[in-house]
C-alpha cells in the first residue's frame, strides 16, 4: 500500500510562522516611530496655523504684520515650557503639544511679509521640518 501526503510538513509550517514574527519585530517599531513622529508634525503645523491666525489679526487691526526683524522665536525649555525672544509679536501665542520644536518667526518688507520656520530640537532628526508664509505657502523640506 502506498502512502501519499498531502499538505506541508511541520517543518516548514514552523519556518514561515518564524519568518513572519522575524518581519513583524522589523516592521512594528518602525510604523509606531513614524506615528509618533506624524503626532509630532501634526502640533507643529498646528501650533503654526495658531501663530499664522494671531499675524493675520495683527495685520487686519494694524495694517503690518508686526515690526520688521527677527528672528523672533519661541525656544522650548527643559520643564516643556516655552520662552519667546519678543513677547510683543503674538504675546498671546502659547505652543500646544510635547513636540519639542522651536518656532523661528520673520517678519520682513516693512511689516508685509512674514516666514515662519518650524525646526526640530529631537535628537537625530535636527533640521527644518516646515516652513510657512503669508500667501499660506507651506514648505516641508
Known sequence: MKRTT?????????LVVVIIGILSAIAIPALLGQKRNADL???????????????????????????????????PQADGSYVASNTAIAP????KGGS????S????????????EVDDNRPGHAGKIYVADQTGKQVYP
Open 6 to 14: 498531502k499538505g506541508f510538513s511541520f517543518i516548514e509550517v514552523l
Open 92 to 95: 498671546m501665542f502659547g505652543v
Open 105 to 116: 518667526l520673520t517678519i520682513a518688507n516693512g511689516g508685509l511679509t512674514y516666514t515662519l
Open 100 to 103: 519639542n520644536m522651536t518656532y
Open 41 to 75: 508634525v501634526g502640533d507643529a503645523q498646528q501650533n503654526t496655523k495658531a501663530l499664522q491666525l494671531m499675524l493675520e489679526t495683527s495685520k487686519a487691526d494694524t495694517g503690518i504684520y508686526g515690526p520688521a526683524g527677527g528672528p523672533y522665536t519661541w525656544t
